[in-house]
């Protein structure tokens, strides 16, 4: 059985095709202002390299925080739950997952199925995101690529109490002319952004295996900031931004098979 | 002229009787300067909850219920705290804006800090000939409380006999009483029939029918239950009821309407609550004999337990942990407004509780003035997603 899995997310969309559980072609795009242009551009680029016809698939699920534009997806699943999925599938002996995407943070607790037992979002706040390194790695002149590995230089940080997006960017201008060195100012945007991603693991509370995924698990600075934070070991997927498209994927199987 | 309202009402269908209840939530101020209109009556504002209304009707005067949705915070911020909650804050701008400017009197209910110091802001920038508070006692399980609760409602009710330049009557106020215990029933049974078949009567339309209530002249709305009551009811006997995800809503109170779209819609039914704009609005009635104002007073002292309300025979945790048991609920949503400290207190407990009784809850924040629904809709439908598990998909 084929099925596909869409990650409409709030900057990248991404497809997932699997064939009797496996990965058989990904694809990403830019989310942009159409979403669902987006969505069908990463979707027949799947297909493109599964070397297969829509005709060929058995259900196809949409996630992701643009799931409701989507009109060519046959069904609809939370973020949540399809993170849950995609992780358990990898890694069957995760119980906590965190998944830090561009506007959006929160973390999962999950059981040895892969079903979600307890979770918590960020509140409607950039401060523990994607955007918020974006927005960071501007004021430092550095590139959201780079901006990780800048702060795995850092010797030490200093404190930085703002809770929001804008006033921390005024708060590294000042460090900037205080002056703090580059490095050290990079890895004090990661443990404050750790910090704020750590609130909602211990929300749910810990268990291990730790699980990352989602665009941010891309950066180390953040990946050791939250591992010193939370101390323990993170995990991370080989592809970590396709892990929600995967669930759905995985989800689409099990209605297709209903 | 009453008799005549109520049999114009009588030739409506359900459809119709719902509709104006639905055009009386979207428009609360219009029942209120249609009733001025008509009887040339006084209209007496208050904020949720626990206001006796019963009193204010056997005064001859209209109980309104103040609408904080349709406030700009803009307004209320040059004389309220940012960190009061979004309803006081609400509530004010309403006044501010001119909105509610047909009130002749407003009592404020004190069960908050914020509530405690609103009507002193309010008095000195929005004036009406009567303003009161009304000091509910905290501690109700105390042997004072129901004597000093007994004086609070002889002052309040004084006050409103002052200013309608007459007494209340004793009828008159085991009349308002029957009336109101009556309005509450119908409500209450319209609420079993959004248990029982939410295609029916959806989640929304009830808690709309509920502001209504909060605003929309008694025997007018009587009427217009009764109706609707009756043709539901038979609608509902065609629908089995599908299998749906049984939830509790516990908090303050009920905003946005959204929310109840994003559960109906991902299949969930709103079992229970005990927010002041719904259930705890229609649960508790006053006994018909003996001393009203003794009945009041019961009344008060024997309600469903809040975060404002402390009763330690009746603790509210162990309340709610009941409640989803005998409901059957499968969760229970916290919904919290930002800033309400007695409720974000009060939450510690109870999510311990739930935890203990294996009662999976999520606690969910919202404001008046707009919150980004789409976050609230995914927080929802992944809570959900987490009850029903395979069922997931839709």
Redesign the interface.
């Given at each position: 059985m084929i099925t596909a899995g869409i990650d409409a997310g709030n900057k990248t969309t991404k497809t997932v095709i699997l064939k009797n559980g496996e990965i058989i072609a990904r694809a990403l795009k830019p989310s942009g202002f159409d979403q669902e242009k987006a969505a069908r551009e990463a979707f027949n680029e799947a297909l493109r390299l599964a070397n297969l016809d829509v005709a060929d698939l058995a259900y196809t699920v949409v996630t992701g925080a643009g799931k409701h534009v989507i009109s060519f997806a046959e069904g609809h699943l939370t973020e949540v739950s399809a993170a849950a999925r995609g992780v358990n599938k990898l890694f069957p002996e995760a119980r906590t997952v965190i998944d830090v995407g561009e506007e959006e943070g929160f973390a999962l607790k999950i059981d040895k199925e892969g079903k979600v037992v307890d979770f918590a979002i960020n509140e409607k706040c950039a401060a523990g995101t994607g955007s918020f390194l974006e927005s960071m790695s501007r004021a430092l002149e550095t590139t959201v690529e780079e901006i990780g590995q800048l702060s795995l230089r850092g010797k030490k940080t200093v404190p930085m109490n703002a809770q929001c997006v804008v006033f921390a960017e005024s708060e590294v201008i000042s460090l900037i002319h205080a002056p703090v060195a580059k490095e050290d100012i990079a890895k004090s945007i990661h443990v404050a952004m750790a910090s704020r991603i750590s609130a909602l693991v211990r929300r749910i509370g810990l268990e291990k295996e730790v699980v990352i995924i989602g665009g941010v698990a891309h950066n180390p600075g953040f990946v050791r900031a939250l591992e010193e934070d939370l101390g323990v070991e993170i995990l991370i997927p080989a592809y970590p931004d396709y892990i929600s498209a995967l669930g759905a994927a995985l989800a689409a199987g099990e209605k297709a098979g209903v | 002229m009453l008799q005549n309202r109520e049999e114009g009402a009588g030739n409506l269908n359900s459809l119709e009787a719902l509709e104006i209840l639905r055009e009386a939530a979207e428009n609360p101020a219009r029942q209120a300067t249609q009733w001025q209109e008509e009887h040339g009556g006084k209209v007496i504002g208050f904020l949720l909850s626990d206001v006796p209304e019963e009193l204010i009707h056997a005064a001859g005067f209209l109980p309104y219920a103040v609408n904080a949705e349709e406030g700009k915070l803009e307004f209320a911020d040059a004389h309220l705290q940012t960190w009061a909650c979004s309803f006081s804050r609400n509530a004010l701008a309403v006044a501010l804006q001119d909105k509610i400017s047909f009130l002749d009197g407003l009592i404020i209910p004190q069960t908050c800090d914020t509530t405690r110091m609103l009507l002193g802001i309010w008095k000195h920038v929005r004036p009406l000939p009567l303003m009161e508070n009304y000091r509910l006692p905290r501690q109700v399980d105390r042997p004072s409380a129901g004597a000093y609760l007994y004086g609070e409602l002889e002052r309040i009710k004084k006050r409103l006999e002052e200013f309608r330049g007459k007494k209340i009557e004793e009828g008159a106020l085991k009349n308002s009483i029957a009336l109101y215990n009556h309005n509450r029933q119908l409500l209450r049974q319209l609420y079993g029939i959004q248990v029982e078949a939410p295609q029916v009567l959806s989640s929304k339309d009830l808690f709309k029918i509920i502001k209504a209530a909060m605003v929309m002249p008694r025997e007018k709305l009587n009427q217009l239950l009764r109706q609707l009551f009756a043709v539901l009811k038979e609608e509902k006997e065609c629908f089995t009821r599908a299998s749906r995800h049984q939830l509790v809503i516990s908090g303050t109170l009920l905003e946005p309407l959204e929310l109840l779209d994003f559960i109906n819609e991902k299949g969930g039914v709103v079992v229970a609550d005990d927010l002041k704009n719904g259930f705890r609005y229609l649960e508790a009635d006053v006994a018909a004999n003996g001393d009203p104002l003794e009945a009041l007073v019961q009344r008060q002292l024997k309600r469903m337990p809040a975060a404002f309300y402390e009763i330690r025979e009746k603790r509210r945790a162990e309340y709610l942990v009941k409640l989803a048991r005998e409901k059957e609920a499968g969760g229970v949503i916290f919904l919290h407004l930002k800033f309400c400290e007695p409720e974000n207190y009060d939450y510690y407990d109870n999510m311990q509780a739930m935890e203990k009784a294996g009662i999976?809850a999520?606690r969910i924040?919202t404001a008046y003035g707009g919150?980004?629904l789409?976050?609230l809709q995914?927080?929802v439908?992944?809570?959900i997603?987490?009850l029903g598990?395979?069922d997931?998909?839709?």
């Amino acid at each position: 059985m084929i099925t596909a899995g869409i990650d409409a997310g709030n900057k990248t969309t991404k497809t997932v095709i699997l064939k009797n559980g496996e990965i058989i072609a990904r694809a990403l795009k830019p989310s942009g202002f159409d979403q669902e242009k987006a969505a069908r551009e990463a979707f027949n680029e799947a297909l493109r390299l599964a070397n297969l016809d829509v005709a060929d698939l058995a259900y196809t699920v949409v996630t992701g925080a643009g799931k409701h534009v989507i009109s060519f997806a046959e069904g609809h699943l939370t973020e949540v739950s399809a993170a849950a999925r995609g992780v358990n599938k990898l890694f069957p002996e995760a119980r906590t997952v965190i998944d830090v995407g561009e506007e959006e943070g929160f973390a999962l607790k999950i059981d040895k199925e892969g079903k979600v037992v307890d979770f918590a979002i960020n509140e409607k706040c950039a401060a523990g995101t994607g955007s918020f390194l974006e927005s960071m790695s501007r004021a430092l002149e550095t590139t959201v690529e780079e901006i990780g590995q800048l702060s795995l230089r850092g010797k030490k940080t200093v404190p930085m109490n703002a809770q929001c997006v804008v006033f921390a960017e005024s708060e590294v201008i000042s460090l900037i002319h205080a002056p703090v060195a580059k490095e050290d100012i990079a890895k004090s945007i990661h443990v404050a952004m750790a910090s704020r991603i750590s609130a909602l693991v211990r929300r749910i509370g810990l268990e291990k295996e730790v699980v990352i995924i989602g665009g941010v698990a891309h950066n180390p600075g953040f990946v050791r900031a939250l591992e010193e934070d939370l101390g323990v070991e993170i995990l991370i997927p080989a592809y970590p931004d396709y892990i929600s498209a995967l669930g759905a994927a995985l989800a689409a199987g099990e209605k297709a098979g209903v | 002229m009453l008799q005549n309202r109520e049999e114009g009402a009588g030739n409506l269908n359900s459809l119709e009787a719902l509709e104006i209840l639905r055009e009386a939530a979207e428009n609360p101020a219009r029942q209120a300067t249609q009733w001025q209109e008509e009887h040339g009556g006084k209209v007496i504002g208050f904020l949720l909850s626990d206001v006796p209304e019963e009193l204010i009707h056997a005064a001859g005067f209209l109980p309104y219920a103040v609408n904080a949705e349709e406030g700009k915070l803009e307004f209320a911020d040059a004389h309220l705290q940012t960190w009061a909650c979004s309803f006081s804050r609400n509530a004010l701008a309403v006044a501010l804006q001119d909105k509610i400017s047909f009130l002749d009197g407003l009592i404020i209910p004190q069960t908050c800090d914020t509530t405690r110091m609103l009507l002193g802001i309010w008095k000195h920038v929005r004036p009406l000939p009567l303003m009161e508070n009304y000091r509910l006692p905290r501690q109700v399980d105390r042997p004072s409380a129901g004597a000093y609760l007994y004086g609070e409602l002889e002052r309040i009710k004084k006050r409103l006999e002052e200013f309608r330049g007459k007494k209340i009557e004793e009828g008159a106020l085991k009349n308002s009483i029957a009336l109101y215990n009556h309005n509450r029933q119908l409500l209450r049974q319209l609420y079993g029939i959004q248990v029982e078949a939410p295609q029916v009567l959806s989640s929304k339309d009830l808690f709309k029918i509920i502001k209504a209530a909060m605003v929309m002249p008694r025997e007018k709305l009587n009427q217009l239950l009764r109706q609707l009551f009756a043709v539901l009811k038979e609608e509902k006997e065609c629908f089995t009821r599908a299998s749906r995800h049984q939830l509790v809503i516990s908090g303050t109170l009920l905003e946005p309407l959204e929310l109840l779209d994003f559960i109906n819609e991902k299949g969930g039914v709103v079992v229970a609550d005990d927010l002041k704009n719904g259930f705890r609005y229609l649960e508790a009635d006053v006994a018909a004999n003996g001393d009203p104002l003794e009945a009041l007073v019961q009344r008060q002292l024997k309600r469903m337990p809040a975060a404002f309300y402390e009763i330690r025979e009746k603790r509210r945790a162990e309340y709610l942990v009941k409640l989803a048991r005998e409901k059957e609920a499968g969760g229970v949503i916290f919904l919290h407004l930002k800033f309400c400290e007695p409720e974000n207190y009060d939450y510690y407990d109870n999510m311990q509780a739930m935890e203990k009784a294996g009662i999976p809850a999520i606690r969910i924040e919202t404001a008046y003035g707009g919150i980004p629904l789409g976050q609230l809709q995914t927080r929802v439908h992944a809570f959900i997603e987490m009850l029903g598990g395979e069922d997931a998909v839709r």
